[in-house]
Nanobody, 127 residues
């Protein structure tokens, strides 16, 4: 069983930056595919970014490409989301997710295959 705890959310002005962290329990973190999703009020949860277990490959939603960077430190059991040039439309609750399952890349972008989820952290971007 893996527990995920996000931190780093907050209120920021448009154009600003935030870095989210997701700390994982357990000794098998380095074998997990990890991802960030977000959910705005009244909207479905949407994919933001994913990173493979080794950290060598990353994947992004088109809406954040070039502005957000996902990374991980397996020695610290932590995955990060660096968010730059934030926009009001980035306002949402951000969730960290993970799975040990082997997934084809096409499934990285959907929430259902992920087994473990954090409680979420609020990000609010003011205009």
């Amino acid at each position: 069983q893996v527990q995920l705890v996000e931190s780093g959310g907050g209120l920021v002005q448009a154009g600003g930056s935030l870095r989210l962290s997701c700390a994982a329990s357990g000794r098998t973190f380095s074998t997990y595919l990890m991802a960030w999703f977000r959910q705005a009020p009244g909207k479905e949860r949407e994919f933001v970014a994913a990173i493979t277990a080794s950290g060598t490959s990353t994947y992004y939603a088109d809406s954040v490409k070039g502005r957000f960077t996902i990374s991980r430190d397996n020695a610290k059991n932590t995955v990060y989301l660096q968010m730059n040039s934030l926009k009001p439309e980035d306002t949402a609750v951000y969730y960290c997710a993970g799975t040990i399952k082997y997934l084809s890349v096409q499934y990285y972008y959907t929430a259902a295959p992920y087994d473990y989820w954090g409680q979420g952290t609020q990000v609010t971007v003011s205009s």
